[in-house]
Protein backbone atom coordinates (compact mmCIF):
# COMPACT_ATOMS: atom_id res chain seq x y z
CA UNK A 1 0.00 0.00 0.00
CA UNK A 2 1.08 3.26 -0.98
CA UNK A 3 0.05 6.34 0.50
CA UNK A 4 0.24 9.87 -0.67
CA UNK A 5 0.26 13.07 0.95
CA UNK A 6 -0.22 16.31 -1.29
CA UNK A 7 -0.25 20.19 -0.54
CA UNK A 8 0.59 23.50 -2.02
CA UNK A 9 -3.00 23.94 -3.51
CA UNK A 10 -4.66 27.26 -2.64
CA UNK A 11 -6.20 30.21 -4.19
CA UNK A 12 -4.13 32.60 -6.70
CA UNK A 13 -4.28 35.56 -9.06
CA UNK A 14 -3.88 35.07 -13.19
CA UNK A 15 0.08 35.32 -13.67
CA UNK A 16 1.09 34.08 -9.91
CA UNK A 17 2.58 31.18 -9.01
CA UNK A 18 2.16 27.99 -6.61
CA UNK A 19 4.16 25.21 -5.88
CA UNK A 20 2.45 21.65 -5.50
CA UNK A 21 4.32 18.35 -3.14
CA UNK A 22 3.26 15.39 -2.79
CA UNK A 23 4.90 12.72 -0.43
CA UNK A 24 4.67 8.90 -0.78
CA UNK A 25 5.08 6.70 2.30
CA UNK A 26 4.31 3.52 2.67
CA UNK A 27 5.36 0.32 0.27
CA UNK A 28 7.67 2.49 -1.79
CA UNK A 29 9.97 0.10 -3.38
CA UNK A 30 9.34 -0.84 -6.87
CA UNK A 31 7.69 3.20 -7.72
CA UNK A 32 8.65 4.56 -11.75
CA UNK A 33 6.68 7.27 -12.54
CA UNK A 34 5.16 9.84 -10.31
CA UNK A 35 2.88 12.74 -11.89
CA UNK A 36 0.54 15.26 -11.52
CA UNK A 37 -2.85 14.88 -13.10
CA UNK A 38 -5.79 17.49 -13.12
CA UNK A 39 -9.77 17.45 -13.78
CA UNK A 40 -11.73 20.59 -13.99
CA UNK A 41 -15.54 20.70 -13.35
CA UNK A 42 -17.36 19.01 -16.37
CA UNK A 43 -14.22 17.46 -17.79
CA UNK A 44 -12.03 14.07 -17.60
CA UNK A 45 -8.90 14.02 -15.54
CA UNK A 46 -5.99 14.58 -17.58
CA UNK A 47 -2.34 14.32 -17.38
CA UNK A 48 -0.17 17.61 -16.52
CA UNK A 49 3.20 16.15 -16.27
CA UNK A 50 5.01 13.35 -14.93
CA UNK A 51 8.44 12.37 -14.57
CA UNK A 52 10.44 8.73 -14.49
CA UNK A 53 13.31 7.38 -11.88
CA UNK A 54 16.25 8.59 -13.83
CA UNK A 55 14.57 12.22 -14.63
CA UNK A 56 12.95 12.05 -18.20
CA UNK A 57 9.74 14.51 -18.08
CA UNK A 58 6.88 14.68 -20.06
CA UNK A 59 4.27 17.78 -20.02
CA UNK A 60 0.94 18.42 -21.46
CA UNK A 61 0.94 21.15 -24.08
CA UNK A 62 -0.71 23.33 -21.88
CA UNK A 63 2.15 23.11 -19.53
CA UNK A 64 5.38 23.33 -21.62
CA UNK A 65 7.17 26.19 -20.94
CA UNK A 66 5.19 27.22 -17.30
CA UNK A 67 4.96 24.28 -15.22
CA UNK A 68 8.22 22.08 -13.97
CA UNK A 69 8.13 18.99 -12.18
CA UNK A 70 10.74 17.31 -10.27
CA UNK A 71 11.00 14.35 -7.80
CA UNK A 72 13.14 13.49 -4.82
CA UNK A 73 13.87 9.74 -5.08
CA UNK A 74 15.69 9.63 -1.51
CA UNK A 75 12.29 11.08 0.06
CA UNK A 76 10.11 9.44 -3.05
CA UNK A 77 8.65 13.05 -3.40
CA UNK A 78 7.35 14.93 -6.33
CA UNK A 79 6.81 18.70 -7.01
CA UNK A 80 5.32 20.97 -9.50
CA UNK A 81 6.01 24.13 -10.03
CA UNK A 82 3.55 26.34 -11.95
CA UNK A 83 4.07 29.75 -13.04
CA UNK A 84 2.17 32.19 -14.69
CA UNK A 85 -1.21 30.58 -13.95
CA UNK A 86 -4.42 31.09 -15.83
CA UNK A 87 -7.64 30.72 -14.92
CA UNK A 88 -7.92 27.94 -17.06
CA UNK A 89 -5.66 26.26 -14.40
CA UNK A 90 -8.30 26.14 -12.40
CA UNK A 91 -9.17 22.19 -11.69
CA UNK A 92 -8.56 19.92 -8.51
CA UNK A 93 -4.70 18.61 -9.21
CA UNK A 94 -3.76 14.67 -8.46
CA UNK A 95 -0.41 13.07 -7.31
CA UNK A 96 -0.36 10.01 -9.23
CA UNK A 97 2.70 7.06 -8.66
CA UNK A 98 2.71 3.89 -10.78
CA UNK A 99 4.55 0.84 -8.92
CA UNK A 100 5.37 -2.39 -9.93
CA UNK A 101 5.16 -5.38 -8.14
CA UNK A 102 4.46 -9.20 -9.55
CA UNK A 103 4.80 -8.01 -13.31
CA UNK A 104 1.55 -5.20 -12.57
CA UNK A 105 1.49 -1.53 -12.37
CA UNK A 106 -0.28 -0.16 -10.10
CA UNK A 107 -1.60 3.26 -9.72
CA UNK A 108 -2.14 5.30 -6.75
CA UNK A 109 -3.74 8.36 -6.06
CA UNK A 110 -3.86 11.38 -4.02
CA UNK A 111 -7.19 12.71 -2.80
CA UNK A 112 -6.70 15.89 -4.77
CA UNK A 113 -5.55 19.44 -3.77
CA UNK A 114 -7.90 22.15 -4.97
CA UNK A 115 -6.00 25.39 -7.42
CA UNK A 116 -8.33 27.88 -8.23
CA UNK A 117 -6.78 30.76 -10.27
CA UNK A 118 -9.11 34.19 -10.52
CA UNK A 119 -9.14 37.19 -12.70
Known amino acids: QVQLVESGGGLVQAGGSLRLSCAASGSTLGINVMGWYRQAPGKQRELVAD???????NYADFAKGRFTISRDNAKTAVYLQMNTLQTEDTAVYYCNVKRSRVGIIIDYWGQGTQVTVSS
Open 51 to 57: IRTGAMT
